[in-house]
C-alpha cells in the first residue's frame, strides 16, 4: 500500500506540486521511486512492454541527469495528471499481485 492513500488528497495534491519535489524536475514519477521488491518485479514483468520502455526511458535519463547534476527544462518535468495515472496503475497491478501471494500464503497453510 501507498502511503499516498493515507494522506488526505489535498496534502498528496499539495505535496505533488510543491517546488521541493524534485523527482518531477527529472521527468520522473512518483511509482518510479519505488523500491524493487518481489512484487514490483512481478508487476514491472506483467506491465505492457512499451509503457516498461518507457519506464525504463525515464529511469535512465534521471539517473544521467543525476550524474551530471543537472535537471530538465520546465517545460520537460514529467505531468501530475499522467503521474497519477501511471502510480494508480502500478497500485492496481501491485494490489492485484499482493492478493495473488496471499491466497498462495493461505492454500500453503
Not at 488528497?9 to 523527482?23: D, I, T
Not at 519505488?34 to 512499451?50: A, F, G, K, M, S
Not at 520502455?53 to 495528471?81: C, G, N, T
Amino acid at each position: 500500500m501507498s502511503i499516498l492513500k493515507l494522506l488526505p488528497q489535498s496534502v498528496v495534491s499539495s505535496l505533488q506540486k510543491s517546488a521541493w519535489v524534485e523527482y518531477r524536475k527529472m521527468g520522473l514519477y512518483f511509482a518510479d521511486l519505488y523500491n524493487n521488491t518481489e512484487v514490483n518485479q512481478e508487476v514491472y514483468r506483467r506491465l505492457p512492454n512499451d509503457i516498461l520502455v518507457q519506464r525504463d526511458r525515464r529511469l535512465r535519463v534521471a539517473i544521467d541527469l543525476s550524474v551530471k547534476k543537472q535537471l530538465l527544462p520546465e517545460s520537460e518535468w514529467s505531468d501530475m495528471k499522467k503521474d497519477l495515472e501511471f502510480t494508480e496503475m502500478i497500485e492496481r497491478y501491485t494490489e492485484q499481485v499482493e492478493k495473488e501471494n496471499d491466497l498462495r500464503r493461505a492454500f500453503r497453510e
